[in-house]
């Protein structure tokens, strides 16, 4: 099995929408831009938001597999993926690939 590097990239906010929606909350996000995981054998990394993980989850498990290609040439690197966690106020865009050590 390939090992996968999760990858924080971006985090969005909806300022408008969470003023519209979301009750006050003191406490959000805990994942930090540029914050790395490795998955060994497909499985959810340790201190990994199981909540984006569960997005995640699908893709990591067929990049471990060597499986990829997602959506017939979605990504430049066919062994990689950019997935969004579903929180819709703040989400976090996680980039997923494949390493070879």
Same mark, same amino acid.
């Given at each position: @099995?390939?090992?996968?590097?999760i990858t924080a990239v971006r985090q969005?906010?909806?300022p408008d929408l969470m003023a519209q929606y979301e009750n006050a909350i003191e406490h959000t996000c805990d994942v930090t831009m540029g914050q790395q995981w490795i998955s060994e054998d497909g499985r959810r990394p340790e201190? @990994?938001?199981?909540?984006?993980w569960g997005v995640m989850r699908e893709f990591v498990e067929a990049l471990a597999r060597g499986e990829g290609n997602f959506f017939d040439g979605w990504m430049r690197n066919p062994m990689s993926a950019m997935i969004s966690c579903n929180d819709g106020?703040?989400?976090v865009s996680f980039y997923i690939e494949v390493i070879n050590d």
């Amino acid at each position: @099995m390939n090992r996968v590097r999760i990858t924080a990239v971006r985090q969005t906010e909806y300022p408008d929408l969470m003023a519209q929606y979301e009750n006050a909350i003191e406490h959000t996000c805990d994942v930090t831009m540029g914050q790395q995981w490795i998955s060994e054998d497909g499985r959810r990394p340790e201190g @990994m938001c199981p909540s984006a993980w569960g997005v995640m989850r699908e893709f990591v498990e067929a990049l471990a597999r060597g499986e990829g290609n997602f959506f017939d040439g979605w990504m430049r690197n066919p062994m990689s993926a950019m997935i969004s966690c579903n929180d819709g106020f703040r989400p976090v865009s996680f980039y997923i690939e494949v390493i070879n050590d």
